[in-house]
T-cell receptor
Framework: GQNIDQPTEMTATEGAIVQINCTYQ??????LFWYQQHAGEAPTFLSY????GLEEKGRFSSFLSRSKGYSYLLLKELQMKDSASYLC?????????????FGAGTRLAVHP | DAGITQSPRYKITETGRQVTLMCHQT?????MFWYRQDLGHGLRLIYY???????DKGEVPDGYVVSRSKTENFPLTLESATRSQTSVYFC???????????FGSGTRLTVV
């Protein structure tokens, strides 16, 4: 089966750095995604890791350790608009089909 | 309009009624998915499809039916709606097995 854990809520200050952790257990791991979701909107793609290491994309970076079943999303120079939910999702290739299994999401509140 | 569209945006229905949620994508993506999103559970996979006429169950398929007669459409039907099916429903598509998903704007369904 699959299990994906991430903190429910986090708060941070504008301009600061925040790290959102995600641990997972899955039988058919085939990549890890991070999505951002503002309240009342659809999730939007942020980052993708399939190999161990750090992927950097502007203010956002994502790290993966497959041996530890662990990923984090790092947000730098936080802005008020970064207040959103951040969803960790593992791609499960079991059965030959590409399926994303999502964690419950981390709600991040950025305050002045 | 190019992209992935869901209709209706909001729907209120009565217990026991049949209701169909529509999803249409213009990219000819092979893979399409239906998720429901509830507080505390995150996004849970209901059904997915790898191509026209190929569908399979996800994590929470009970009470739902899907079809995919054309690549661009993937309707989700609640055969006899129950209050527990009150949720936000997201449709998503993916070009291949190696890419992430693009989500529609969602349908907020309330069953009374």
């Amino acid at each position: 089966g699959q299990n994906i854990d991430q903190p429910t809520e986090m708060t941070a200050t504008e301009g600061a750095i925040v790290q959102i952790n995600c641990t997972y257990q899955t039988s058919g791991f085939n990549g890890l995604f991070w999505y951002q979701q503002h309240a009342g909107e659809a999730p939007t793609f942020l980052s993708y890791n399939v190999l161990d290491g750090l992927e950097e994309k502007g203010r956002f970076s994502s790290f993966l350790s497959r041996s530890k079943g662990y990923s984090y999303l790092l947000l730098k120079e936080l802005q008020m608009k970064d207040s959103a939910s951040y969803l960790c999702a593992v791609r499960d290739g079991t059965g030959g089909y590409n399926k994303l299994i999502f964690g419950a999401g981390t709600r991040l509140a950025v305050h002045p | 309009d190019a992209g992935i569209t869901q209709s209706p945006r909001y729907k209120i229905t009565e217990t026991g009624r049949q209701v169909t949620l529509m999803c249409h994508q213009t990219w000819s993506h092979s893979y399409m998915f239906w998720y429901r999103q509830d507080l505390g559970h995150g996004l849970r996979l209901i059904y997915y499809s790898a191509a026209a006429d190929i569908t399979d169950k996800g994590e929470v398929p009970d009470g739902y039916v899907v079809s995919r007669s054309k690549t661009e459409n993937f309707p989700l039907t609640l055969e006899s709606a129950t209050r527990s099916q009150t949720s936000v429903y997201f449709c998503a598509s993916s070009e291949t097995r190696v890419y992430g998903y693009t989500f529609g704007s969602g349908t907020r369904l309330t069953v009374v």
